[in-house]
């Protein structure tokens, strides 16, 4: 058995172990509930608490080592959908390969499917639900309210539709880096006088090592399609997760990764060495008190890579406006609100007509 394996095997989580917490008043399926952390009965109002810790007696998702993770590309379902068989009423359904949890269309049950591949990955940490389906609603209104260039008509009219929460996969990234960098900064000054004055850089060649620790760079492991909307509502408190439970995805729908590890890493990278760059840069102008950087080279190292499969949470709805449909997205955690709206050619107009008069007005007492 590969070392793979024993993790997996040690870290394994049933995901077909049953996700319906009967209530004991009415003995209908209770369902997460964002406000308290807890069960809650939707018929009845009965509650419980979740226990804090999984199996393993985790209380919060642990770090993974990259390397000893063997499974590092992107899974191959094989089938583009499932069937499952609802353990409360029998009856069988049909749902899309990466669904990890839905409800039973039939009898409302809970259900956490177990995916077909071996090699597939278990989400080893969970970013629970803090803002309901009511206060997304209030956080919809208030952020088209707030644009500007979107129609009067639409602020008063827009409704959201039925709010569709849903889990979805991202991987966190821990790394160790270490940077070796070339660049050239400049310094500004004036020269010459009166009509003959100008701006004049002096460029300087430098160089150094910059280290920085790296804790949880975010990668989305959905599709592409998803992943303009998402960013408009991040971050996401990805150190205020819990370890994963079935118990917490009670209710709502979740998708299991499209991005694989490998992929998801090397998207990181990127991202990692974007930000790095910023770094650097900022610090060469603060050590030669400079203007300007350009020419910019760097070779980065990473080590100590670790990660974490964690899945987060979000409100996704649309409204309609003069037939035209628009989508947004909230983020569960925070009540961030990010998507399309109308925009208002008058408005803009507007805008672009008080924009000329003010460097109009500007200009004049300038000049």
């Known amino acids: ?4 394996e024993e993790i997996m095997k040690a870290k394994k989580v049933d995901t077909m172990k049953a996700t319906d917490r009967k209530c004991p008043d009415c003995g209908a399926t209770m369902d997460f509930d ?3 952390g807890g069960l809650y009965c939707p018929y ?3 509650r419980e608490e979740i226990a804090a810790e999984n199996t393993e007696g985790e209380t919060v998702a642990s770090e993974q080592d990259f390397n000893s993770a063997e499974f590092t590309g992107n899974c191959d379902w094989g089938v583009e959908q499932k069937t499952v068989t609802c353990k409360s009423c029998g009856a069988v359904s049909v749902y899309d390969a990466l669904a990890v949890a839905n409800e039973c269309p039939y009898c409302g049950s809970n259900q956490v499917m177990e995916a077909n591949d071996v090699k597939t990955l278990a989400p080893n940490g969970v970013v629970i639900f803090k803002v309901t389906a009511k206060m997304a609603g209030e956080r919809f209104t208030k952020w088209l309210s707030g644009k500007w260039f979107a129609p009067r008509a639409a602020k008063l009219s827009a409704k959201a539709d039925r709010f569709k929460g849903i889990y979805l996969p991202y991987w966190t990234f821990d790394s160790d880096t270490f940077t ?3 660049a050239e900064y400049g310094k500004d000054r004036t020269v010459g006088s009166g009509d003959k004055k100008r701006t004049v850089t002096d460029w300087y060649k430098t160089s150094g090592t910059y280290e920085e620790f790296i804790d949880d760079q975010l990668v989305a492991g959905t599709g592409d399609q998803n992943v303009n909307m998402l960013q408009k509502v991040e971050p996401f408190d990805t150190a205020d997760n819990k370890a994963y439970k079935p118990e917490y995805l009670a ?5 299991r990764y499209s ?3 490998k992929d998801a890493w090397e998207k990181a990278k990127e991202f990692i060495k974007s930000r790095l760059r910023s770094a650097i840069e900022s610090k060469i102008r603060s050590e030669n008190n400079a203007d300007h950087v350009r020419s910019y080279n760097g070779s980065t190292v990473f080590s100590n890579i670790t990660y974490k499969y964690l899945m987060l949470p979000v409100w996704i709805s649309c409204f309609t406006y003069k037939g035209k449909t628009y989508q947004f997205i909230v983020n569960g955690q925070s009540g961030k609100v990010g998507g399309d709206y109308p925009i208002s050619p008058w408005r803009v107009a507007i805008a672009v007509i008080i924009g000329l008069i003010i460097l109009w007005l500007l200009w004049s007492l300038l000049s």
């Open 1 to 4: 058995m590969s070392d793979y």
């Open 34 to 36: 964002p406000s308290t």
């Open 44 to 46: 009845c109002d009965h």
């Open 180 to 182: 070796e960098y070339t």
């Open 251 to 255: 209710g709502f729908l979740a998708e």
């Open 259 to 261: 991005v694989g590890l």
